[in-house]
């Protein structure tokens, strides 16, 4: 559906997007991520045909963005960072001046008006002007036109920004069930969402494509591994978090321990564990029998957010983790 | 077409839903009340002046009046011109509304009309307040309309090339104020650049003179609608020159045939011309001493500058 090959964007000192290359089928929903400022929304732009490109092409639907733009805006909906609304207007009018623009007229487009209202639940705010709205009004005002004409491609820019968690929630699974008929790609920084609504990840960093696989993979491909949370406490009120550590390390499976808190009377402990061990059992079993008690253990949710670190080279900027002990089972 | 229409219908309803367009036609109704006013106190001083001496003195109430009164309308122009389209194309920028036209399956150019036009509507609204104006002449008396309409016809064509040049200077900025600022810069240049051609008949000062607003309104006001169509081919240009520079050149092939166009037009405006011509003035009142109506004098003078010479 969406092709790019070397897709290069250089400003006059700055290369904001550097040799990008991938496929997207039909049908999909791409999570597209980055750090602030790797390129992300200019790849966007370049999509949408609002920046040509310096060098390298990209066809959404088989059209060239800068052969045959008209075609490319005809079968695309974009949702820029900041909705494109006019203050002045309600937000009945807005949606069906937007819906003439991209060609619909008559009876369709009073009912793609219905639809979208619907769809976005903005139907109560449809006889309000668009400046007067509150900020989830305005990006779910943003979302409705940007599916008004039922566009094959979708680019939605941070669709989720300034939204409260409620209407996240809402605007995820909105997104998630126009996946199907619609391709969809979405730019994000929280990584949850991918997790949670993509099927395949673009990481992009300085302008450069660090990765581009389904989310499962690259979960898999970076670690073979689970982290399991652990609260340990002192029977008589005192606590040696060395010895603790130490005996925790003995546990076959265990890969890796994160000193993560340390209070004079309990320790909490990241531990990295390899998966499909049944290494939680050993872990409690060796803690109580040590003489300490287990106050909590749970599975950290595997994320994201250390593959993201990982890859876009971030995670030496990250304040140090004290107390990194390697597992004597590795 | 229909695109065109449609950014003409958003810019139009954004006018007038803003305070815009009703502070601008206030603020030109009342400029052009006081002008026509101080304009029609004068020309009623004179007159009586005239009679009280018992000269013959050659009075034309079109000339007097609705000459002078259009030839203020330029000036107000120039104030009212980068107020009109400073935010043309400066606030969707802003606003990042310019994203959604842009990505929108619209052609540049069609954007570009739509929001020109609209300027030219907006300004045809204010125009329309001396409408009012002259109409009062036509109440009390019979001046002759052709002139008039040739002198309209100028100012239509003189705000849609500085129009022009407004929503250029609008796309090329987010600012309002910068793109208000540019417009007004360059449009008075425009207005004054014919100046060094009265002194100086080098190329440049003939080109410059040549540019100048000023000189091509002199012969409209005087109900002379362009010799061999020369003025208003260089309207047209403007408009052609400013709106496809905002983002596509000149279509030099479209300026050809548009020549061809205006040639045609300006054939027929010849016959009205000559007929012009003939509306001198002639000043051969009695001596009458006595304070006349006002509706007395101007009729007096209409009928006058109907009389061939």
Same mark, same amino acid.
């Given at each position: 559906m969406i092709t790019v090959k070397e897709l290069t964007k250089r400003y006059a000192r700055n290369t904001a997007v550097d040799h990008i290359s991938f496929e997207i089928e039909k049908g999909q929903i791409v999570g597209f991520l980055g750090p602030n400022g790797a390129g992300k929304t200019t790849t966007m732009r370049m999509l949408t045909c609002f920046l040509p490109p310096t060098a390298g092409t990209a066809t959404v639907a088989g059209f060239d963005v800068l052969e045959e733009p008209m075609e490319v805006k005809k079968r695309i909906g974009y949702l820029p960072e900041a909705p494109p609304l006019y203050p002045e207007m309600l937000t009945g009018e807005y949606l069906s001046f937007v819906g003439s623009l991209k060609g619909l007229r008559g009876a369709e487009l009073k009912q793609r008006v219905d639809y979208v209202s619907e769809r976005c639940a903005i139907a109560d705010v449809r006889n309000k002007q668009l400046g007067k709205l509150s900020k989830g009004y305005r990006q779910r005002v943003g979302l409705a036109q940007a599916i008004i004409h039922n566009p094959e491609v979708l680019i939605l820019d941070?669709?989720?920004?300034?939204? +409260?968690?409620?209407?996240?929630?809402e605007t995820r699974d909105l997104? @998630?069930?126009? =996946?199907?008929?619609?391709t969809i790609i979405l730019s994000t920084h929280i990584l949850s969402e991918v997790e949670q609504i993509c099927q395949q990840v673009i990481i992009i960093s300085k302008g450069k494509l660090v990765a581009t696989d389904t989310v499962d993979n690259l979960q898999n491909r970076s670690r073979g591994a689970e982290s399991v949370l652990l609260e340990v406490a002192g029977r008589n009120?005192?606590?040696?978090? =060395? %010895?603790?550590?130490?005996?925790? =390390? @003995? %546990? =076959?499976?265990?890969?890796?321990? %994160?000193? @993560? +808190?340390?209070?004079?009377?309990?320790?909490?402990?990241? %531990?990295?564990?390899? @998966?499909?061990?049944f290494v939680r059992g050993d872990l409690a079993r060796a803690i109580v029998e040590g003489g300490w008690d287990l106050n909590e253990m749970r599975a950290s949710a595997v994320s994201l957010e250390e593959i993201f670190l990982q890859l876009t080279g971030t995670q030496e900027a990250a304040p140090k983790v004290e107390g990194v002990v390697t597992g004597a089972g590795k | 077409m229909r695109n065109v229409w449609l950014i003409w219908r958003k810019e139009m309803r954004s006018y007038f839903v803003s305070p815009v367009a009703y502070v601008l036609i206030v603020v030109c109704a009342l400029f052009f009340g006081f002008f026509f006013w101080s304009l029609l106190q004068a020309y009623l001083q004179f007159s009586m002046e005239a009679q009280m001496r018992g000269e013959a003195f050659p009075m034309n109430m079109p000339e007097e009046i609705a000459r002078r009164l259009f030839g203020n309308v330029p000036v107000t122009g120039l104030f009212i011109v980068p107020l009109i389209t400073m935010r043309l194309f400066a606030e969707e920028k802003r606003n990042g509304t310019i994203e959604l036209l842009t990505t929108s399956p619209i052609r540049d150019g069609e954007v570009i009309l739509g929001k020109w036009l609209a300027s030219l509507t907006m300004y045809c609204c204010l125009l329309f307040l001396t409408v009012i104006n002259i109409g009062f002449l036509f109440i009390y008396s019979h001046p002759d309309w052709k002139p008039l309409l040739v002198a309209y016809l100028g100012l239509f064509l003189q705000a849609a090339g500085l129009l022009a040049i407004g929503t250029f200077m609008s796309s090329l900025t987010k600012n309002q104020i910068i793109a208000g600022a540019l417009t007004f810069c360059v449009c008075l240049l425009i207005f004054v650049c014919g100046w060094v051609g009265e002194y100086n008949s080098e #190329?440049?000062?003939?080109?410059?003179?040549?540019?100048? /607003?000023? #000189?091509?309104? &002199?012969?409209?006001?005087? $109900?002379?609608?362009?010799?061999?169509?020369?003025?208003?081919?260089?309207? /047209?240009?403007?408009?052609? #020159?400013?709106?496809?520079?905002?983002?596509?050149?000149?279509?030099?092939? &479209?300026? /050809?045939? &548009?020549?061809?166009? /205006? &040639?045609?037009?300006?054939?027929?405006?010849? $016959?009205?011309?000559?007929?012009?011509?003939? !509306?001198?003035? $002639?000043?051969?009142? $009695?001596?009458? !001493?006595?304070?006349?109506?006002?509706?007395?004098?101007?009729?007096?003078?209409?009928?006058q500058t109907l009389q061939p010479l």
């Open positions: 941070e669709p989720t920004s300034g939204l +409260d968690p409620k209407q996240i929630n997104i @998630k069930s126009l =996946a199907g008929d619609h009120g005192q606590i040696d978090t =060395a %010895v603790v550590q130490a005996r925790i =390390a @003995k %546990v =076959a499976g265990v890969n890796r321990i %994160v000193l @993560k +808190d340390k209070q004079p009377t309990y320790s909490r402990f990241e %531990v990295e564990t390899q @998966k499909d061990h | #190329t440049w000062a003939r080109v410059s003179a040549y540019i100048s /607003v000023s #000189t091509h309104m &002199e012969s409209f006001m005087k $109900g002379d609608a362009g010799l061999e169509g020369r003025h208003l081919l260089r309207h /047209v240009d403007f408009r052609r #020159t400013f709106s496809h520079g905002a983002l596509d050149g000149i279509a030099a092939v &479209e300026v /050809v045939s &548009e020549y061809r166009v /205006v &040639e045609g037009a300006a054939n027929k405006i010849r $016959g009205v011309r000559h007929a012009l011509y003939r !509306c001198g003035a $002639g000043g051969r009142d $009695g001596c009458q !001493c006595s304070r006349q109506p006002l509706r007395q004098v101007l009729r007096r003078h209409s009928q």
